[in-house]
């Protein structure tokens, strides 16, 4: 199955693909969040559905919001491509490297980009995240896939700046409102054949900056349901991002480039869609 979340932002309803159209689903399920996911909502949803309910269509104009209603955290990989690593000037790392975005930074995949004030650094990262489907306290690495509810494409805006030159923690600049916009859409595991070889792409304003594979991961979702579960409980609806390849802003030889308002940066992923945010100046 294929997860959206539709309508206004703030009130959205909760919807699926079927052959490339939408349809509402609130008359089955109240939200994607974390009651539907700790209640096999899932299994649930798809029962329903193989009885042929009649649903309604909804109109391709409709914004879309993040498949995932607001979890209870968004944690981050970093340095998570050895490229990336290099790209950087960072050693490759023998753990894990964890961060949090805060749940206010989700936002849609196509709402706009919203350039913190005071920021002159704000940088992009294409990331393959995955949704925890249930309860995950230390998990055996063998058992990992069986917490996880499905994938989705993710952006994870950066302000480098203030995450590397501020001091403190780099969820400093990494929290900022409309910093992770997540969809199209949530795809159940069985939608995609391999997740360890997903192509996966980024432009802006069609310069293609980004191209990679998720091949290239140093630690793989598996291990990483693993070890994020050895040192905090994973909630039903919680994200997790992978990490980012090569082709960043900050990477960028001899002078890095930066997003300006007005700038447009698309991404994707074979089998996880795409998305298209247009940056703006925050303003009051």
Same mark, same amino acid.
């Given at each position: ?7 206004? *932002? ?6 699926? &693909? ?9 008359? !089955? ?8 996911? =700790?209640?096999?909502?899932? =299994? ?23 498949p995932v209603a607001r979890p209870s955290k968004i944690i981050c990989i970093g340095l998570n491509y050895v490229d990336h690593c290099l790209e950087t000037n960072a050693p ?22 919203? !350039? ?9 990262? !294409? =990331?393959?995240?995955?949704?925890? +489907? ?9 058992? $990992?896939?069986?917490?996880? @509810?499905?994938? *989705? &494409? ?6 480098? @700046?203030?995450?590397? =030159?501020? +001091?403190?923690?780099? $969820? ?6 409309t910093f992770a916009p997540l969809g199209p859409f949530l795809a159940t595991q069985d939608e995609i054949a391999d997740v360890n070889n997903i192509p996966m792409w980024l ?6 900056f980004q191209n990679s594979n998720t091949s290239n991961l140093v630690f793989k979702i598996p291990f990483l349901v693993h070890y994020l579960s050895q040192f905090m409980t994973? &909630?039903?609806?919680?994200? !997790? ?30 089998? &996880? ?7 703006? *100046?925050?303003?009051?």
């Amino acid at each position: 199955m294929k997860l959206i979340r539709f309508g206004e *932002a703030g009130k959205e309803k909760p919807g699926i &693909l079927i052959d490339d159209k939408r349809f509402d689903v609130s008359s !089955i399920v109240t939200d994607y969040n974390e009651a539907f996911f =700790e209640e096999n909502g899932l =299994e649930k949803l798809k029962k329903a559905l193989e009885s042929n309910p009649t649903l309604p269509e909804v109109d391709a104009s409709v914004r879309l919001g993040s498949p995932v209603a607001r979890p209870s955290k968004i944690i981050c990989i970093g340095l998570n491509y050895v490229d990336h690593c290099l790209e950087t000037n960072a050693p490759i790392p023998t753990e894990p490297i964890i961060f949090f975005k805060s749940t206010t930074s989700l936002c849609g995949p196509n709402d706009n980009l919203i !350039i913190p004030k005071n920021s002159e650094k704000t940088d992009w990262e !294409i =990331e393959l995240a995955f949704v925890v +489907g249930k309860k995950a306290s230390y998990v055996e690495e063998a058992e $990992a896939l069986d917490y996880v @509810a499905g994938y *989705a &494409l993710l952006n994870d805006y950066s302000e480098r @700046a203030f995450q590397i =030159e501020r +001091g403190g923690q780099w $969820a400093k600049g990494k929290g900022s409102d409309t910093f992770a916009p997540l969809g199209p859409f949530l795809a159940t595991q069985d939608e995609i054949a391999d997740v360890n070889n997903i192509p996966m792409w980024l432009t802006v304003n069609g310069k293609t900056f980004q191209n990679s594979n998720t091949s290239n991961l140093v630690f793989k979702i598996p291990f990483l349901v693993h070890y994020l579960s050895q040192f905090m409980t994973l &909630l039903p609806g919680d994200i !997790i991002s992978t990490g980012t390849p090569p082709g960043v802003g900050l990477g960028i030889k001899p002078d890095p480039i930066y997003i300006k308002p007005g700038d447009v940066i698309e991404l994707g992923m074979d089998g &996880l869609g795409s998305s298209k945010q247009v940056a703006v *100046a925050y303003t009051k």
